[in-house]
């Protein structure tokens, strides 16, 4: 019978979280289950019961950035709000932000990254996002006080939890011109009426706040779909899994009862 004590070493989880995948066979299920169980057999396992024992060991032996994600996101599921995985802006890549009312974004840095990013992609969210967090390893924690802006806010990854350690402020270094440049050609036209040569001119014709306003519109009708779709299944999604499916909304009951 498989170990069900819930603990494998950390190396293994990792192991087991770089080879999972969602749409992985059975079979191959079974290998990855049974390579970092010692004397494990899942022969009897469906498909369902393999992908929760994935997200059963994972969650409670690995601290990596998709269930880092998952734990942000569950916060925003019943709220009136937008969200968004892996937003690309400028040269970096949002690992999570929310749109509403106003624009928050989350850069996740666990004890298996390093900061040598962390200057450029401050920048650049700082440039376009309303609020910024910081979420990461506490052996990353001087550094990012160090270097962040006093604004950024910083949450401390915990056993099974969050913890918020320094709040973030509103953010007063938003660039208009960068906020446009980050929306598409039909967007652009859809919410401003404007074509891309145009930018420039524009970002300095047209008050902040109404182009701030108008790429909040933008981001939540990009993502309105993707994340409403999470959210109305939810119940069905495990918690590695949220991502792939907010990228590709596949129906879960499908995707999980499948036999290839």
Known sequence: MPNLS???????????????????YPKKLRELLEAV?????????????????????LCGNYRGEELIKYQIAKRYLLKDTVAAFEIRVGESRADFASINGVSRCYEIKTA??????????SLDYTSVFEYNTIILDEKHLSRAERDLPVGYGIMIIGKNSLKQHRKALKNDRICSLCQLEMLTTKELALFLGVKRNELESISLETKPAMIN???KLALKKRYQDKWNFVREHRRQILPIDFQFFFSTQE??????????
């Open 6 to 24: 819930n603990k494998i070493t950390p190396i293994l989880a990792n192991s087991l979280a770089r080879s999972y995948s969602a749409l992985l």
């Open 37 to 57: 169980v010692p004397g494990s057999n899942y022969s009897a396992f469906d498909k369902y019961s393999l992908h929760l024992e994935v997200n059963r060991l």
């Open 112 to 121: 298996l990254d390093n900061l040598d990013k962390l200057d450029k992609q």
């Open 213 to 215: 306003k108008k790429f």
């Open 251 to 260: 129906q879960p009951s499908l995707l999980y009862q499948r036999n290839f």
